[in-house]
């Protein structure tokens, strides 16, 4: 009687086993490019420190610029040549600030040891704000 019930345990873990792994590896409709919207933009900016030139673009347009320029065994993504200055593989994605005084573009990480979306231009940072939000809200019940 007790191996009948640790097979029906086994059976149902295999059961569920299958079940997730098929969950999560089945493609979706949503997986890769096709996945992106159309008119979703992100900001991109030239990593070349006597050109800095930052420009909006379509996020499906740079991921498959990236894809395309991609050479097999490489470790990270590759950055897009730049329109303004020439050099090849020297734009990469970057955040604009969201503040409407500032606006600056910026690389996301780009000041040391801080909140990565610090904006290095006017010091605010979205998530910093949300933390002390959430904190202050949590104080108050």
Same mark, same amino acid.
């Given at each position: ?14 059961? %569920? !086993?299958?079940? +997730? ?8 409709? *949503?997986?890769?490019? &096709? ?30 610029a990236v ?5 097999p065994g490489?470790? %990270? !993504?590759?950055? +897009? ?8 593989? *020297?734009?990469?994605? &970057? ?47």
């Open positions: 009687m007790n191996k009948n019930i640790a097979y029906i345990i086994i059976s149902v873990c295999l059961l %569920l !086993a299958a079940f +997730l792994m098929y969950r999560f590896t089945s493609g979706s409709g *949503s997986a890769g490019l &096709a996945g992106i919207d159309a008119d979703s933009k992100i900001w991109v900016m030239c990593k070349n420190a006597s050109c800095k030139a930052a420009k909006e673009m379509g996020e499906r347009d740079f991921y498959a894809e395309g320029n991609t050479e490489r470790r %990270l !993504a590759p950055g +897009l040549p730049c329109d303004q200055c020439g050099k090849p593989s *020297s734009v990469y994605k &970057a955040k604009k600030c969201p503040e409407s005084d500032c606006l600056a573009v910026f690389f996301y990480g780009s000041t040391q040891n801080d909140f990565p979306d610090r904006c290095p231009q006017c010091k605010v940072s979205q998530t910093e704000k949300s933390r002390k939000e959430r904190q202050s809200g949590s104080a108050q019940e």
